[in-house]
């Protein structure tokens, strides 16, 4: 994967390693967010994606 930065800097990355970046950047914040639900005393439930969409993609 290629890309360039703000600063036109140009980038090579490992899709791997981009994918595995977002899963865990995204894991982050909702950690995030429970805790500040949780907190507030709000039942935010499961945050699981396999159990908000069980069946999988409809593409």
């Known amino acids: 994967m290629s890309y360039s930065s703000t600063e ?3 980038i090579n990355k490992c899709v791997a390693d ?3 970046y977002l899963f865990n950047h995204q894991s982050h914040h909702r950690g995030q ?3 500040i639900l949780s907190q507030l005393g709000i039942n935010y439930a499961c945050t699981d994606l396999p159990v908000l969409v069980p069946e999988g ?3």
């Open 8 to 10: 036109g800097e140009r």
């Open 33 to 35: 967010l429970t805790c």
């Open 18 to 20: 981009v994918c595995q």
């Open 57 to 59: 993609s409809a593409l």
